[in-house]
C-alpha cells in the first residue's frame, strides 16, 4: 500500500514537471508568434491605407503629410548592415583559423574568456567610443582627406562600430565551427603532402562552410537589428545615402528614437511598428536563408 | 632483400610530462608488412604518427632521436614537411573522406602538388580507384560527395587518396577497426597485395590480424618496445615475458 503511494506521487511529481516544461517550450515557441502578430494587428492600420510595396519602395517620409516611405530607413540599415558584416568577415575568419589552426594552445586558452568579456561590453559602451573616436576621426581625417566636409556621424561609423560589436560573438562561433572538425580530416590532408594553408584553403574553409555561413548569418541578424550603438553615431538624417561617410538612418534606430514621442500625429505609431515588423521579417529572412545554405552544403559535402 | 626502410633509432616522445614513446629502437623491413601490436594506450598509434610527423601538430610533443628513412633522417633533415609527409600514406582508423567528391578526393594530393591537366588526373584517379577495386562502383558516380559512400568503401578511397601521390610507405592506423568483416578483409587483402611495391606499416591490436597478414612484428608495452621480430618467430617462439602473457589472451 505504502509502496503504491510512493510511485504514484513519483509518476504524479513527473507529470506535473513535464506538463511545465511543455509549457516553457510552448511559451518559446508561442511568444515570437504572438509578437509578429501584434506588429501586424498594429501596423495593419497602415497597411490598409497604403500598399506594403509603395511604403517600402517610397522615399518621402513626412509624417505631417501622412507619408511613410520607408525606402531610405531600410538602405542605411542595409548598407551599415553589409558594410559592417564586410569588414567583420574577414578578421572574424583569419583570427578563428589563426587560433584554431596555427596558434599555441594556451593562446586559445587565453583569447576564449577574452572574446567573450569583448561580446558581454554593454552596446551604449560600443556608442560612445564610436562618438570619441569613430566619429572625429571620419570627421576630422578621413572626410577631409576624401576631399568632404562631413561631420563623421555616417554609415561608416555606424558600420565600425557594429563590425566590432559583431566580430566577438561571430568569432565565437566560428572557434567552435574550426574546433569541430575532426583533427583526422587536417592530418588526411597533410598527410598527402598539402601545406599548413592548403589544408585550411581546401579541407577546412569547405567542411566549416556551414558553420561559417550560420556564424555570418546570426551575425548579420544581430547587426541589422543593432540599435542603440549604431543610432549614437550614424546621424540619423532621413534622406537616402549616397556614400560610406554620409549619414544614414536605420530601421532600429527610426523605432528607439520616435516610439513614444509625437504620437499624436495620426497613423505614426503604425507606421513605427511596420518598421518594427520589416526589421522582424528581414532577420528572419536572413536565418532561413543560412539555414538553407547550411542544409545545402550539408547535402553536398 | 631483407633491405631496411625505416630506422628508428633512440626514439623518444614526450607529450608535456608525459613520456609516450621510450627509446625505441627499430628497423622496418622495405616492401614487407609490419605489424605494430599491443595493448591499447601502449603508444603505438604515436609510433606511426611519429614516423610521418604527425606529432608536429601536438603543441606539447616532443621528439627526439633519429627516423632514418632510406638512411635520411627525416627529424633533423631541411627537407620539406610536406615532401616528407608526401613519402607516406596514412590511412586512419576511421575513413575520412575530403569535403569534396569521390573524384577530387583522390586528385586532391595530385592537384595540391600542382599536378593539373586534366587528361592527367582522369587517367591516374581512375587508376588508383582500380588499385583499390572500387572503380567498378564509383564510376558512374565520380562526382557524387565522398561522404556519400559505405564506410568500407570511403576506407578504400583514403587509401587509394593516400596511394595517389606515389608513396613508397603506408602508415595504417587500425585501418580496418571500423569496417565489418567483408571490407575488412577487403583491405587486408589489399594489404597483401600492395606490399609488393609498398613498405607498409598498420598499427592494430588484432591478434588474429597481425597474424595473418604480418611479415615483422613489433609488441610495444608502456611506450617500449618489447620485441620484434619475423612474424613466425614472434608467435611460436616469443622470448619476453610479457609477450608470452600477451599472447596467451589469444583465441584461435
Same mark, same amino acid.
Given at each position: ?301 | ?8 633509432? !633512440?626514439?623518444? $616522445? @614526450?607529450?608535456?610530462?608525459? &613520456?609516450? +614513446? /621510450? ?7 622495405? #616492401? ?85 591537366? !586534366?587528361?592527367? $588526373? @582522369?587517367?591516374?584517379?581512375? &587508376?588508383? +580507384? /582500380? ?7 564509383? #564510376? ?113
Amino acid at each position: 500500500m505504502r509502496k503504491m503511494q510512493v510511485r504514484l506521487s513519483r509518476a504524479m511529481r513527473n507529470n506535473i514537471h513535464g506538463f511545465w516544461m511543455v509549457i516553457c517550450l510552448a511559451l518559446v515557441i508561442i511568444l515570437p508568434v504572438t509578437m509578429a502578430a501584434g506588429l501586424y494587428w498594429k501596423s495593419s492600420v497602415l497597411l490598409h491605407e497604403n500598399s506594403l510595396l509603395s511604403l517600402v519602395f517610397s522615399k518621402e517620409w513626412k509624417p505631417i503629410s501622412g507619408q511613410f516611405g520607408f525606402y531610405p530607413f531600410i538602405i542605411s540599415s542595409v548598407w551599415v548592415t553589409m558594410a559592417a558584416l564586410l569588414f567583420a568577415a574577414p578578421i572574424c575568419l583569419l583570427t578563428s583559423i589563426h587560433l584554431t589552426q596555427y596558434a599555441k594552445r594556451w593562446v586559445l586558452k587565453v583569447m576564449h574568456p577574452v572574446i567573450d568579456i569583448l561580446a558581454g561590453i554593454p552596446s551604449v559602451i560600443f556608442g560612445l567610443w564610436g562618438i570619441l573616436v569613430v566619429v572625429p576621426f571620419i570627421g576630422n581625417y578621413l572626410g577631409p582627406w576624401l576631399g568632404k566636409q562631413v561631420s563623421g556621424y555616417s554609415i561608416l561609423a555606424g558600420a565600425i562600430v557594429l563590425a566590432i560589436m559583431i566580430i566577438p560573438f561571430v568569432l565565437n562561433i566560428l572557434i567552435e565551427v574550426f574546433k569541430n572538425i575532426p583533427d583526422e580530416l587536417t592530418e588526411a590532408s597533410l598527410s598527402v603532402g598539402a601545406t599548413r594553408w592548403q589544408t585550411v584553403k581546401f579541407v577546412l574553409l569547405k567542411k566549416g562552410m556551414p558553420g561559417i555561413v550560420a556564424a555570418f548569418g546570426l551575425g548579420m541578424s544581430r547587426a541589422f537589428g543593432e540599435t542603440i550603438a549604431v543610432l549614437m553615431v550614424v546621424g540619423n538624417v532621413t534622406r537616402i545615402p549616397t556614400g560610406l561617410i554620409q549619414p544614414g538612418y536605420p530601421l532600429p534606430a527610426l523605432i528607439a528614437n520616435n516610439y513614444g514621442e509625437m504620437m499624436s500625429i495620426p497613423l505614426y505609431d503604425s507606421a513605427l511598428m511596420l518598421s518594427a515588423l520589416i526589421l522582424f521579417v528581414v532577420v528572419l529572412i536572413f536565418n532561413l536563408i543560412s539555414r538553407y545554405i547550411i542544409i545545402q552544403c550539408d547535402e553536398k559535402c | 632483400m631483407n633491405s631496411t626502410k625505416i630506422h628508428l633509432s !633512440k626514439l623518444d $616522445l @614526450h607529450y608535456g610530462k608525459q &613520456h609516450i +614513446l /621510450k627509446n625505441i629502437e627499430s628497423e622496418i623491413p622495405e #616492401k614487407k608488412i609490419t605489424v605494430i601490436l599491443g595493448p591499447s594506450g601502449c603508444g603505438k598509434t604515436s609510433l606511426l604518427r611519429c614516423m610521418n610527423r604527425l606529432t608536429d601538430l601536438h603543441p606539447d610533443a616532443h621528439l627526439s632521436g633519429k627516423i632514418l628513412i632510406d638512411g635520411t633522417d627525416i627529424l633533423s633533415s631541411n627537407e620539406d614537411i610536406t615532401n616528407i609527409r608526401k613519402m607516406m600514406g596514412l590511412l586512419a582508423q576511421r575513413p575520412y573522406p575530403l569535403p569534396m567528391n569521390i573524384f577530387n578526393n583522390v586528385a586532391y594530393g595530385l592537384r595540391i602538388s600542382g599536378r593539373k591537366k !586534366k587528361k592527367y $588526373l @582522369h587517367h591516374r584517379v581512375e &587508376h588508383y +580507384l /582500380k588499385l583499390v577495386n572500387l572503380w567498378d562502383e564509383v #564510376k558512374d558516380r565520380l562526382h557524387d560527395p565522398a561522404v556519400a559512400l559505405s564506410i568500407g568503401q570511403q576506407q578504400r578511397l583514403c587509401l587509394a587518396r593516400g596511394l595517389a601521390v606515389d608513396p613508397q610507405i603506408i602508415l595504417a592506423d587500425e585501418p580496418t577497426s571500423a569496417l565489418d568483416p567483408q571490407s575488412s578483409q577487403a583491405i587486408e587483402e589489399k594489404f597483401m597485395e600492395l606490399k609488393e611495391a609498398y613498405t607498409i606499416v598498420i598499427v592494430t591490436h588484432i591478434l588474429r590480424q597481425a597474424k595473418r597478414i604480418a611479415d615483422y612484428v613489433i609488441f610495444m608495452y608502456m611506450g617500449e618496445v618489447i620485441e620484434q621480430g619475423p612474424v613466425n618467430e614472434f608467435f611460436e617462439n616469443p622470448k619476453q615475458e610479457k609477450t608470452k602473457e600477451y599472447l596467451k589472451g589469444m583465441f584461435y
